[in-house]
């Protein structure tokens, strides 16, 4: 029989792999060097980037843009959403709305948040809050959807304090959609952080993307767009961790919801 | 006749850092035309057994030969129904379109498959059914489309896992006299795995029994019933009876570990 | 009656937030938000007076072949890479970083290559919907039901009708949920790319307002960007449903 290697090592040869042709390809003249400089190239530009100061502010502002943005998105769409969701008419009459402005692209708010607060980081807040805002309402109004009927009944004759409903009935339940809002939130709001940050200006690493290609700074260019990726990369994989540690305990099988 | 020939099979499965030998030795004929079934104790290899024959599994050694070729993939003329009708309908056809699909791939005109489609979906009481989609059907007319689909293929070979293990008992009994029926009017050949003694009893001209894992064949009973069953006669005849004993009894024996004697 | 309910239930909050906003500013002399009135009565005369064809189709225009193609790669790579579980472990990390990388980034690296034309509009669209289709498609088609695909060994099904009889079937819902995230980041992706260089589309023109200070235009502007996104997520909606039609829902 033969056996196939374990998967982080095939992983582990597919990341060589795209290193080897990111270096090749520039240097046997496949692409032009102006255009994709070779993998080390990237490398050194990166070293380089990571002695300066601006570099690491950058990163801190991104990062700070990114969790401030998903904070408040957070809060607001999980308050809102228990609140619509908790009370049957609200749910009924916001619902078309909330379909109406959810698929409304949050960029075409750019021009409005420019207008605004310029090129300050309240720009790309409001834009990062509204695109996430959307993401955590729509779980956690699916959430809400799924509370057991009987357990609130129960809780009603019981004649808990509509606080206490909350707590024992209604959180419980939407937790995983909750957790399922944050993972994908955290992922938009990352989006649209960089996003204002390259279109609008507002201090982070996405300006200095710009800004490297502004002035011709190709592989710096490039280290920096790594650098966006393995963001990415930690905010999904420390998103997905979050997700399943919060809910090891917790007995309900749970859908994804595409939103 | 032999048609459907299994000589020493042994399956082996490769785990992580442990291997399991599923099936040891496993030798049995089945004769064209026959309905054989095949019982043993859960987690028996049963179903090892019946995904080698219908070539969805390698064995390890050993050899399965449909009518004298060995079997390497799943060979042509022979049609399955799986125990999880939920799951070996395709959910996006409708009935009819379910039934067809096959017969589309073995190149059959369109006049031949409308109507082997037509009398394979009235012999399960199905006619009325063709344009539903499998989820507007309950259980057992679920199944009934499974064994549908099986017959228009129609295969020298009908391999049946467990078809009616989840199906309620009422529909079991109606799903079991329309396989007999079948079997009589269509000439098949039927290898029928089930863990339900009086099942096997009851459908078979012979039951095969599989020691526990690894498995290997307990023992051959011929089922000498009369050849035209119903629920209520034949299950209350004392050779039934007795034959469901015997069988009963060779199960708790292979339960309790005992090998056939070499 | 009931009729009426529904009505009420449907319109009854839009339109009253419609009010809110009109009576609000009403006479508003903030010129950041100028009365919704003037916003309304410039609507007409702002895009449908030439800036329809020369700015609204075109941006709309590539974003449908970007979309469209990206739709074709990702289902088709997706397909190939889901069906063979090695080159899937090789790709999955690889992949997972592509994905993470948040497209709009690749504006300034496709104009690089590609200038500031359409064909790095269209580029910029493809590179960043083709993710989540992929993706998707992936798990999706690693995800088609064992005894589903048993019963179709089992048929003899050549590869065509497993392709697509059971294959796309199978992985469908999960690419619709796939292309309708991609569907999003299209939209992102094709206002971006006009803010960022272009000479005309709906992105470039909203921009220009805003920088000419033409506050009510870019209001409408917002407000059509609006009704385009909410538009295409009802169009894909209608076709999405049509696709799953047979699933028990």
Redesign the interface.
């Known amino acids: 029989?033969r056996?196939t290697p374990p998967p982080w090592a095939l992983g582990g040869l597919g990341l060589a792999g795209l290193v080897l042709v990111l270096e090749a390809t520039p240097r046997v003249g496949l692409v032009d060097r102006r255009y994709l400089p070779p993998f080390s190239a990237m490398v050194e530009a990166l070293a380089g980037q990571a002695g300066t100061a601006e570099f690491w502010r950058s990163l801190l502002e991104t990062l700070r843009g990114w969790a401030l943005g998903l904070g408040i998105a957070m809060v607001a769409g999980v308050v809102l959403g228990l609140v619509i969701g908790g009370v049957p008419v609200a749910r009924t009459a916001t619902t078309s709305t909330i379909e109406f402005l959810r698929p409304i692209p949050s960029v075409a708010l750019i021009p409005l948040a420019v207008l605004l607060f310029g090129t300050d980081l309240r720009s790309t807040l409001l834009i990062v809050v509204y695109a996430t805002f959307w993401q955590v309402l729509v779980q956690v109004l699916y959430g809400v959807r799924d509370v057991d009927p009987v357990a609130r009944e129960t809780a009603r004759s019981y004649r808990f304090r509509p606080l206490t409903q909350v707590r024992t009935v209604l959180w419980p339940t939407a937790l995983p959609y909750v957790l399922t809002g944050f993972r994908l939130g955290a992922a938009v709001a990352l989006i649209l952080e960089i996003t204002g940050e390259l279109v609008i200006g507002s201090p982070g690493l996405g300006r200095q993307i710009a800004e490297a290609q502004n002035s011709g700074a190709v592989p710096a260019m490039y280290a920096l767009v790594i650098v966006v990726g393995l963001i990415g990369v930690a905010v999904n994989a420390a998103a997905r961790a979050t997700e399943r540690r919060a809910l090891r305990w917790h007995p309900s099988i749970r859908r994804e919801i595409p939103a | 006749m032999t048609l459907l020939d299994v000589r020493h099979l042994r399956k082996v499965y490769?785990g992580r850092g442990r291997d399991v030998e599923a099936v040891r030795d496993l030798t049995l004929a089945v004769g064209a035309g026959e309905l054989v079934c095949v019982v043993g104790p859960s987690g028996a290899g049963k179903t090892t057994l019946l995904r080698c024959v219908?070539?969805?599994l390698e064995g390890t050694s050993g050899e399965v030969r449909l009518d004298g070729r060995p079997v390497v993939?799943?060979p042509?003329g022979?049609?399955?129904v799986?125990q999880?009708y939920g799951?070996?309908l395709?959910?996006?056809?409708t009935v009819r379109q379910n039934v067809e699909?096959?017969l589309?791939?073995k190149g059959l005109g369109k006049e031949d498959r409308r109507r082997l489609v037509d009398e394979a979906l009235a012999a399960v009481g199905l006619a009325g059914d063709a344009d539903a989609?499998p989820?507007?059907l309950s259980g057992g007319m679920q199944q009934r489309v499974a064994i549908a689909?099986a017959v228009a293929?129609e295969p020298s070979v009908m391999l049946m896992d467990e078809p009616f293990a989840a199906v309620d008992a009422q529909t079991r009994a109606d799903l079991e006299d329309l396989v007999r029926s079948l079997w009589k009017r269509l000439g098949m050949t039927v290898l029928f795995v089930t863990h339900d003694i009086d099942e096997s009893v009851y459908l078979a001209e012979r039951v095969i029994v599989l020691s526990n894992s690894p498995t290997e064949v307990l023992e051959e009973v011929a089922v000498d019933l009369p050849a035209t069953r119903d629920q209520l006669t034949t299950r209350s005849l004392p050779r039934f009876a007795e034959l469901r004993a015997h069988v009963y009894k060779l199960i708790q024996q292979a339960k309790n570990g005992q090998r056939p004697v070499a | 009656m009931n009729a009426l309910r529904k009505g009420v239930q449907l319109l009854g909050l839009p339109v009253l937030l419609i009010a809110l906003w009109w009576v609000a500013t009403v006479n508003s002399d903030n010129f950041f938000w100028p009365p919704l009135s003037e916003i309304a009565g410039t609507f007409r005369e702002t895009w449908f007076t030439g800036r329809f064809t020369a700015d609204v189709l075109p941006s709309v225009g590539r974003l449908l072949a970007g979309y469209g193609l990206a739709l074709v790669l990702g289902v088709g790579l997706g397909v190939a890479i889901g069906s063979l579980p090695v080159l899937r472990a090789v790709l999955e990390p690889v992949l997972e970083f592509f994905r993470a990388i948040p497209p709009p980034v690749l504006v300034p690296v496709l104009m690089l290559f590609a200038g500031i034309g359409t064909t790095m509009k269209i580029l910029v669209i493809v590179s960043g919907c083709v993710w989540p289709i992929l993706l998707n498609t992936v798990e999706g088609v690693r995800a088609v039901?064992?005894?589903?695909r048993?019963?179709a060994?089992?048929?003899?099904?050549?590869r065509r009708?497993r392709l697509l009889?059971?294959v796309l079937?199978g992985a469908?819902p999960q690419i619709c949920a796939g292309a309708r995230q991609g569907l999003s980041v299209g939209i992102i992706l094709m206002v971006i790319s006009e803010m960022f260089a272009a000479g005309n589309g709906l992105g470039f023109t909203v921009v220009q307002f805003q920088r000419t200070f033409a506050v009510p235009q870019m209001w409408t502007g917002i407000i059509l960007l609006g009704l385009i996104g909410v538009l295409l997520s009802l169009i894909f909606r209608v076709a999405e449903a049509r696709l799953l039609s047979?699933?028990?829902e």
């Open positions: 029989m056996r | 490769q219908a070539g969805l993939g799943p042509p022979m049609a399955v799986f999880e799951r070996s395709f959910p996006w056809l699909l096959p589309k791939e989609h989820w507007q689909r293929y | 039901d064992e005894v589903l048993d019963t060994r089992c048929y003899r099904l050549g009708a009889r059971l079937p469908s047979w699933r028990n």
